[in-house]
C-alpha cells in the first residue's frame, strides 16, 4: 500500500517520515490534527519549482529591464540593466544568494530596478504578460519550457496533503502575483493561498471599474523573520507542517512547531547535478538546523525518483484542498 502512495517517492527515511505524519494527524488517537488546523506553507523558488541559474521569476523581470534599457540606452551602464541586457545570470542569481548570507546591497539595487520596471501597470496587464512569459518560456539550461520545471515529486506531495484534509499555502520571498499566475495550474494552488513578496498598490478609478495599478514603492519582502508575520497576517494559524530549502525559510520552519501538537519541517537539499543542480549555498545554516533540530531533509538525487514531469501531466493536476 505505501508504494502507491508518493509513487514517484523513492522508499526510504524521507517518504517514511512524512507518511508516518500524515497517518498521525488524520487518524483518531493523541497525535490526531482537526482538519481545520492542518495547515502547510510551501516555499517555492528552489522548494516547488527549479531556481537555477537563476529564479524563474528574475527571466521574467531581465525581459522588461532588456525592454526598458532599449527605450533609455543610459540604463545600460547601470545594474540591474546591465545584467539584464548581457543576460548575466551569475549578477542577478547571485544577488539572491547573497542575501542568504545577509549581504543585502546587489538585492537592493535589483529591488529597485523592479519597482522601475512596473511602475504604472494595472494587475490584468501584469498578469497577462507574466502568463506569456511562463507558457511560452524555456528554461536557459534544462531546455524544458518553465511550466515544467517544477518538481513532481513536491506536486505529488501537494496533492497528497489535500486529499488528507490539509490546507496548502504557498509562501516565498517571489513575487505575489507572478507566482498566482500558474499556481491553480500546476501546482493546484488556488491564487488566494499565495503569499509572497509585492510592491505597493493603488487604485484608480475608471468607467470600466477601475484598476488596481503597480507602485515604484516595495511593499512586502516575503523572506526571512517577514514570512512567520505574513503566514499569521493571512492565514491566523500557525502551520504544522512547513517546506523550504535556504536559508531563508528557517523562521518559516522554526513557526510550524508547538509542544502541543506534532510538526513536520522539510528542508530540500539540491544534490542532484545529472537530473538538475547541485548547490548548498545560501542553504548552509537551514541544513544545520536540520541536523541538530531533526526536521527531515529530502535529497534531490536519492529521495525522488524523477524530477520533472512533462507539461501535459502537470496540466491534469487537480486542486490540493
Not at 16 to 26: L, N, P, Q, S, W
Amino acid at each position: 500500500m505505501n508504494g502507491q502512495v508518493l509513487s514517484l517517492w523513492n522508499e526510504g527515511r524521507s517518504k517514511e517520515r512524512i507518511t508516518d505524519f500524515v497517518k498521525a494527524v488524520t487518524m483518531k488517537g493523541q497525535s490526531f490534527v482537526p482538519v481545520e488546523e492542518r495547515i502547510a506553507v510551501f516555499d517555492n523558488d528552489g522548494t516547488l519549482w527549479c531556481e537555477k541559474p537563476m529564479p524563474i521569476e528574475l527571466g521574467f523581470i531581465l525581459e522588461r529591464l532588456t525592454k526598458m534599457a532599449a527605450k533609455n540606452p543610459s540604463l545600460q551602464a547601470k545594474q540591474p540593466w546591465k545584467s539584464a541586457c548581457s543576460k548575466d545570470y551569475a549578477w542577478l542569481g547571485g544577488a539572491v544568494t547573497k542575501h542568504y548570507h545577509g549581504d543585502d546591497e546587489d538585492l537592493k539595487v535589483l529591488i529597485g530596478g523592479i519597482l522601475r520596471a512596473f511602475k504604472g501597470m494595472t494587475t490584468e496587464e501584469y498578469e497577462a504578460e507574466s502568463g506569456l512569459f511562463l507558457h511560452n518560456g524555456k528554461h536557459p539550461t534544462l531546455g524544458c519550457g518553465l511550466c515544467e520545471s517544477s518538481y513532481a515529486p513536491m506536486v505529488q506531495l501537494l496533492r497528497y496533503l489535500g486529499m488528507n484534509g490539509f490546507a496548502v499555502f504557498i509562501a516565498s520571498g517571489g513575487d505575489r502575483d507572478f507566482m498566482r499566475t500558474i499556481s491553480q495550474e500546476i501546482y493546484g494552488v488556488p491564487p488566494e493561498r499565495v503569499i509572497g513578496s509585492s510592491n505597493a498598490l493603488r487604485y484608480e478609478a475608471g468607467g470600466d471599474g477601475g484598476h488596481i495599478v503597480y507602485q515604484a514603492q516595495p511593499d512586502i519582502f516575503d523572506d526571512g523573520p517577514a514570512k512567520p508575520v505574513r503566514i499569521w497576517s493571512r492565514i491566523g494559524q500557525r502551520p504544522i507542517l512547513a517546506v523550504g530549502n535556504s536559508n531563508g525559510d528557517i523562521p518559516m520552519l522554526e513557526f510550524a512547531s508547538g509542544s502541543s501538537r506534532p510538526s513536520l519541517r522539510i528542508v530540500v537539499l539540491h544534490d542532484d547535478k545529472d537530473r538538475e543542480f547541485d548547490y548548498t549555498a545560501g542553504a548552509e545554516r537551514s541544513l544545520e538546523l536540520a541536523q541538530s533540530q531533526r526536521w527531515t531533509v529530502v535529497s534531490i538525487k536519492n529521495d525522488w525518483k524523477s524530477v520533472f514531469a512533462p507539461a501535459a501531466e502537470q496540466s491534469s493536476v487537480p486542486a490540493v484542498a
